[in-house]
Structure formats: C-alpha cells, structure tokens
C-alpha cells in the first residue's frame, strides 16, 4: 500500500535529516516513526489499564525498606 503526505519546506527538510542520520530512506523513516508512536500508544494503554486494576484491586505496595528487610531475614 502506497500514500502520500505532504510536508512543508521545513518538515520536508526535519524528515530528510532525520532519516539520512539513521541511515533510512524517507518511506522507511516514515513507517518506524508511525510503528513506534503506535506502539507507545498501545504500551500506555496497557500500562493504564494493569494500573487501573491494580489500584481497583485494594492491594499496597509493600515499601522497598521492607522489601529488603525481608531478604535479609532470610539468609
């Protein structure tokens, strides 16, 4: 599947510099750019949900002093 984008002179020149920096070509620059920003989305979206239930759940976190205290009981 082919598209197309338009850009400013500016964008245009960003996006350019961009990709010849990471050694990419401009489509290929393009189509990291737009899978990574999906995939950020898609790891927040995630992440706020697991959290969600979490604090739904009623648990606490258990501090990190007591964490380590523990481990050190047991050895």
Request: hydrophobic share 45%; no cysteine.
């Given at each position: 599947m082919a598209f197309s984008?338009?850009?400013t002179d500016d964008e245009r020149m960003?996006?350019?510099s961009y990709a010849k920096?990471?050694?990419y070509s401009l489509s290929e620059a393009f189509k990291r750019a737009l899978f990574e920003k999906?995939?950020?989305e898609?790891?927040?979206s995630v992440a706020e949900s697991a959290y969600k239930e979490y604090v739904d759940s009623g648990y606490k976190s258990t501090p990190v002093q007591d964490f380590w205290r523990e481990l050190d009981e047991e050895v």
């Open positions: 984008i338009r850009l960003l996006a350019e920096i990471h050694s999906i995939e950020d898609y790891d927040i």
